[in-house]
């Protein structure tokens, strides 16, 4: 059964992503700004020039994850099952992949002390991340709790029965379907 949240988490950070990464390796360097502006921090007007290799550090890193993204959206649709330790897996490289480009992006602003937002939008964009993370995990222990082992449920049936009579039994001290000893 495939995972219709996580499939949809993934497009969605994929599609981010794929976004930032175009933005940022369009006009050779000039976007820089703009990158920055698109998730939450302004600069002024007379702000010091980036180099061109600046942005295209960004734009590979935002390439990265993207691809990441896409990686995992694409294991999610393949698996199968319930589990789902590949895309798991996968899904916490891509997580891990972005909040480290979002730090680094957040360490560089930073070091010029002209950012205007910047804490707010690091925030917004980390909570969401994690906030994605977290039901994509939810998800995973919902899928498989549901799924459980149909296998073995009567036998784990019988000795929760038979657990809770003897429990029963000993707190009663009297004669319970486990006895005394």
Do not use: K
């Amino acid at each position: 059964m495939n995972r219709i949240l996580t499939l949809f988490v993934c497009l969605h950070w994929a599609i981010v992503f794929v976004a930032l990464t175009l933005l940022a390796s369009l006009h050779g360097g000039e976007n820089f700004t703009a990158v920055l502006a698109a998730i939450g921090i302004q600069f002024p007007v007379d702000a010091m020039p980036v180099p061109p290799a600046l942005c295209a550090l960004l734009a590979i890193g935002f390439g990265i994850v993207a691809c990441l993204f896409l990686w995992t959206l694409i294991t999610c649709f393949a698996d199968r099952q319930t589990e789902g330790n590949e895309a798991d897996e996968i899904a916490g490289l891509a997580f891990g992949a972005a909040v480290a480009v979002f730090t680094l992006v957040f360490l560089g602003c930073a070091a010029g002390a002209e950012a205007i937002g910047l804490y707010r939008s690091m925030a917004v964009e980390i909570c969401a991340l994690l906030a994605s993370y977290l039901a994509i995990c939810a998800e995973r222990r919902t899928a498989a709790f549901r799924a459980g082992d149909p296998e073995g449920a009567p036998a784990r049936t019988m000795a929760l029965h038979a657990a809770h009579d003897s429990l029963l039994a000993r707190l009663g001290g009297g004669q319970g379907s486990g006895g005394r000893r």
